[in-house]
């Protein structure tokens, strides 16, 4: 797992140990990828290169799979995935796969870091087109960069349901949390707000698992 905060690191463990605790972890933290997207503008091909750098130093030291759970790079893993055979997933691409194919025709997305923003929206856009291309969601987009230094996860979520409500976003069907550093104020935030509130962490554990077990399944066959 290729993270770019702690916070997120523990989130995917908590996830892991709850979906898939089969899985040896290996946590590989680069904690200034956020703050040089920022820096920059957004991502470079300077740190695309990086990003694939982590990824291809994770797939040397033996990894079987891969996640990444900073959001802003969620673009890399497209050419990730023309590299390694491996699976190489998103951070919240399994969590948009449920949105989507569930019932909601209204979701707000939300995060505390900008970065995460345009990713999320990018990867919704492009799944919606080819999970539903005659059903197109409504998508709203928030962001609190007060949530990102409170102090519990009771407090982040207040600061989430703040910006949700100056929005406008609050008739939302379903709310999906953007960064895997939220993930531990989302039942907090789905009491506040009276709404289903989605993470990416469980969902990625999940696809990982059905994933290489198969391939063990696969391997073992006669």
């Known amino acids: 797992m290729i993270h770019a905060v702690p916070a997120a690191a523990r989130t995917a463990e908590d996830a892991f140990a709850r979906e898939f605790p089969e899985a040896s972890l290996w946590n590989l933290l680069d904690d200034r990828l956020l703050h ?6 957004g991502l470079t091909p300077v740190l695309r290169r990086r990003m694939l750098r982590l990824i291809g130093h994770a797939v040397e030291g033996g990894a079987q799979g891969v996640l990444l759970s900073c959001s802003s790079y969620g673009e890399v893993v497209d050419t990730a995935r023309t590299l390694w055979k491996i699976p190489v997933l998103k951070s919240d691409e399994s969590m948009f796969h449920a949105a989507l194919t569930g019932p909601y025709d209204r979701i707000a997305v939300t995060a505390s870091t900008p970065p995460a923003v345009p990713a999320a929206v990018a ?3 492009a799944l919606m087109a080819r999970l539903r291309p005659g059903r197109p969601a409504r ?3 928030v962001l609190s960069e007060t949530a990102a230094t409170a102090a519990t996860p009771r407090d982040t979520a207040r600061h989430l349901a703040d910006a949700l409500h100056t929005s406008g976003a609050t008739d939302a069907q379903a709310v ?6 939220l993930a531990p104020a989302g039942p907090a935030l789905s009491d506040l707000l009276g709404l289903p509130v989605l993470d990416g962490a469980g969902a990625a554990a999940r696809e990982l698992r059905t994933a290489l ?3 063990l ?6």
């Open 176 to 181: 999906l949390l953007a960064q895997y550093s």
């Open 36 to 41: 040089d997207a920022r820096q920059a503008g």
């Open 139 to 141: 998508i709203d987009t």
């Open 123 to 125: 990867q919704l856009e």
């Open 217 to 222: 399944s696969a391997q073992a066959a006669p």
């Open 213 to 215: 077990m198969s391939q």
